[in-house]
């Protein structure tokens, strides 16, 4: 009987304890309210990242400035100084006691010691950059020249020992993480290079759509979108104006609409490609010039390419949105090419292809051509594709205009074209030349 009771006793205290646990500070939980003063703060996560980046120029002062004022300059929009001030309100359901931000090593950086802040309040502190960036590894008074972070506990101080102790306290961790690196441009000499320092996109082409465009071709430094300091490259920044490769100076890291300068984000995924490579909006018929610029989970802005107008000229960085090619935008194959290479992803069929995009289409003949060919080739494809000999005779009839689609890819359209003609008109020569002479030697 008495070992029963004992056993109910252990049973008991067990139980006793397991509450005592749940009410302790180990289950206690602070909830961040609400956090001012960064670039960028990001909450997805259950510990909170507070990102402040340093590209660009501004005055110093306590709030956070605009440093993207035009030219092709890295910038941030929301740019942090020594004295830019973060507050940081948060509540704890399970203590009484005062605001801090510390550790438990060190001490506090910064507390509050008035008022008290009752349990399920809500608590503020403040603090300026410079006091978290003297927290990093390698101090840095004026937070210019660091790529670092420094976890810190915000919470409540519920002994005054000015410690946020994990079995007598509630607290919060927060990483700061301030990130200055950001090149300007890209540099087109390192392309797909692991040592370049700007893991930007080097290349790119516009698809126009119908009242909207599509990014395509597009090449990255091998390991994008990794920044430094363990930050990513996260958004996409499309720019455009009206106009031509003429007016592509005119496109800066500013937006500005009165000028006609604007843009279009989208996220960039952790594998590097984009969340998605539609941007809408445009106006049809009407051309319109591009320029692309990366910015990373800091806020800075950069690697802006094309950076001359001169390349805008060598690569399809202007387009003129239309219904046509809203139409054509669908239509991946080339259906009789298809057919009689066996799949729209063959050498010749990608040639083909981009011929029809980047050439034709330039064109209203060329639009008209297109229209057409898609009008009539369906029929035409499915024949051939039941017949090997079909295929083969058009894989041969198909090489001339290949060919063609290759050097003009190569050396451009009309030096193509010229080159064709010439080439055409020799071999009329040369043809009518060898029937003459064997004409005269019959006779």
């Known amino acids: 009987m008495s070992k029963r009771l004992s056993l109910k006793k252990f049973q008991t205290l067990i139980i006793v304890i397991f509450l005592g646990l749940l009410s302790s500070s180990a289950f206690a939980k602070v909830t961040i309210v609400s956090i001012t003063g960064g670039s ?52 704890s359901d399970a203590q009484t006691g005062y605001a801090m931000v510390g550790d438990n090593t060190t001490g506090a950086l910064v507390k509050d010691s008035i008022p008290l802040i009752a349990k399920g309040a809500t608590g503020t502190v403040t603090l300026t950059w410079q006091e978290v960036c003297a927290k990093f590894a390698t101090p840095d008074a004026d937070c210019e020249g660091v790529d670092t972070a420094v976890a810190l506990r915000v919470g409540i101080d519920s002994t005054n020992d000015d410690k946020l102790d994990s079995t007598t306290d509630d607290y919060a961790t927060i990483s700061f993480k301030v990130q200055a ?42 390991g994008f979108p990794s920044s430094a300091n363990g930050i990513l490259y996260s958004k996409f920044h499309l720019l455009y104006r009206k106009g031509t490769c003429a007016d592509e100076s005119l496109l800066t890291n500013k937006v500005d609409n009165a000028a006609g300068n604007y843009e279009v984000t989208t996220g960039i995924k952790s594998d590097g490609t984009l969340d998605d490579d539609r941007f809408l909006g445009f106006e049809n018929e009407v051309q319109y010039v591009f320029k692309i610029a990366i910015e990373d989970q800091a806020g800075n802005i950069g690697l802006f390419y094309p950076n001359s107008a001169s390349l805008c000229a060598s690569a399809p960085h202007s387009e003129t949105p239309s219904e046509v090619f809203g139409l054509l935008k669908n239509q991946k194959n080339c259906f009789i090419a298809t057919a009689a290479f066996g799949s729209p992803f063959e050498k010749h069929v990608q040639t083909l292809r981009q011929f029809r995009d980047h050439v034709l289409l330039k064109f209203n003949l060329g639009k008209k051509l297109v229209s057409m060919y898609y009008d009539l080739s369906p029929p035409l494809a499915q024949i051939i594709s039941e017949s090997e000999p079909l295929k083969a005779a058009t894989r041969i009839a198909l090489t001339p205009v290949w060919t063609f689609a290759l050097l003009s890819s190569v050396i451009g359209f009309w030096p193509s074209l010229i080159i064709t003609i010439c080439f055409i008109l020799s071999f009329g020569i040369v043809l009518s030349w060898s029937r003459n002479r064997k004409t005269g030697a019959s006779n």
């Open 40 to 91: 960028v703060v990001d909450a997805s996560s259950s510990s909170y990242i507070v990102y402040g980046g340093t590209a660009g120029t501004c005055a110093n002062g306590t709030n956070t400035c605009d440093s993207c004022s035009g030219g092709l300059t890295a910038c941030n929009r929301a740019r942090i100084t020594a004295s830019t001030v973060l507050t940081i309100q948060f509540s």
């Open 181 to 222: 690196t950001m090149a300007a441009t890209v540099d087109p000499d390192h392309a797909g290079s692991s040592v370049t320092a700007s893991n930007g996109i080097y290349t790119w082409s516009i698809y126009p759509g119908d009242a909207k465009v599509y990014l395509e071709n597009v090449g990255v430094d091998e």
